[in-house]
């Protein structure tokens, strides 16, 4: 049995804002590479299936907000709504949402999940705005931001040569890493701007290790798996080809 309504199931599958099962990180970097101040989308929140979450791109970050589910339609914060869209509609006639700094947003553009992202991080070519009447030509081929991934690698010391496991992140050109998956402040931010190359390396006394190439120093990272490392140096790769673009 669905746990929705027939109403809630038509009205979600016809949005094409909606974009499922989107993680919090990935509706950041969509948002941030590619849409405008007041771009939006809907996704599902990890609360349960009558909870879901509204991003909002503001100025330089991304806010998101709980949208709950009810019998009677939508409910956000102390308003309720028959629909989806009689939401969007009332909050896009005026200010809505006060960020943490005080700044007022309103809902722009629908972000749609029918755009192009690159999955095996070759270019691509993504909406720069939506709805605006504009054709394939006014699609920019880069989008060097969209490709985001995170996990645990073995990483090389600097100065002494142990290994240790940390926590990386990958968003836009920066790559982060943490001691661990639960410390919100990075040992080091990486750009990889600076970087020239990455590679499968084999002289280390490890397997599945790679390694970037910055002016100074090179970074040498291990992962569980030989898949896993390939996907890294994969993702990794496609960021530096789209740099090299840009110049």
């Known amino acids: 049995m669905s746990l ?60 998101h907000f709980h949208v709950t589910r009810k019998d009677n339609g939508y409910r956000f914060g102390f308003n309720e709504f028959a629909t989806l869209q009689d939401f969007v509609n009332h909050f896009a006639n005026q200010p809505l949402l006060g960020s943490d700094t005080g700044t007022l947003m309103v809902l722009k553009c629908p972000y749609p999940w ?17 709805q605006t009447g504009r054709t394939e030509n006014d699609l920019v081929p880069n989008a060097p931001s969209l490709g985001t991934k995170e996990g645990y690698l073995v990483k090389q010391g600097a100065f002494v040569k142990s290994w240790k496991q940390r926590w990386f992140t990958l968003n836009r050109y920066e790559l982060k890493y943490f001691k661990d998956k639960m410390c919100e402040e990075p040992i080091r931010t990486l750009d990889l701007r600076a970087c020239s190359a990455v590679q499968f390396d084999y002289s280390q006394d490890r397997v599945n290790c790679f390694c970037l190439v910055f002016p100074e120093r090179t970074f040498y990272l291990c992962a569980k798996t030989g898949v896993e490392a390939d996907e890294w140096i994969k993702i990794i790769r496609w960021k530096l080809s789209q740099t090299l673009k840009g110049q």
């Open 4 to 63: 929705y309504s027939d109403t809630s199931v038509d009205e979600l599958e016809t949005l094409g804002w909606y974009h499922y099962d989107l993680s919090r990180h990935a509706a950041e970097a969509l948002l941030l590479s590619n849409g405008i101040v007041g771009s939006y989308l809907l996704r599902n929140s990890n609360k349960g299936p009558s909870f879901f979450a509204l991003s909002v791109r503001a100025k330089d970050s991304v806010k």
């Open 114 to 130: 029918r755009v192009e992202e690159p999955s095996i991080y070759e270019s691509v070519r993504v909406h720069t705005a939506v």
